[in-house]
């Protein structure tokens, strides 16, 4: 309704809530949807439409630590938070980059056909 409305402050909020929400939640399947792909390209749009650039980086960069440590994770999310990375200068942000392109190239390997 937030968006519909033209009110995306609003629905930033709302979505920070309900990933708080998961993030302090102790059900076992909460970590998997707070950090669903889906969600988490919501939440980006929106901070990406209010030019919170930071928050971007700062959320696909979570996004893609989660994923990692998974067998496969989702490589548009992937794909994304190295994006977003390699616009900072901090070697810090360069080097997680890094990894996570170092991730994808693997998961790509490995599942060629």
Partial sequence: ???????????????????????????????????????????????????RRSHVKQE??????????????PPSLLRAAGSALLESSDPKDLKAAAGIFSKLREQQQRYRW
């Avoid at 960069?61 to 994770?73: D, F, H, I, V």
Wanted: charged letters at 20%; glycine letters at 6%; aromatic letters at 8%.
């Fill in 1 to 51: 309704i937030h968006v519909l409305t033209d009110n995306t402050p609003a629905a930033i909020e709302v979505m920070e809530r309900l990933f708080k929400g998961l993030d302090d939640s102790s059900a076992g399947n909460a970590r998997d949807l707070r950090f669903h792909p889906g969600l988490v390209s919501i939440l980006v749009a929106l901070y990406r439409n209010q030019g």
């Fill in 60 to 73: 696909l960069a979570k996004a893609a630590s989660y994923w990692q440590q998974k067998p496969t994770a």
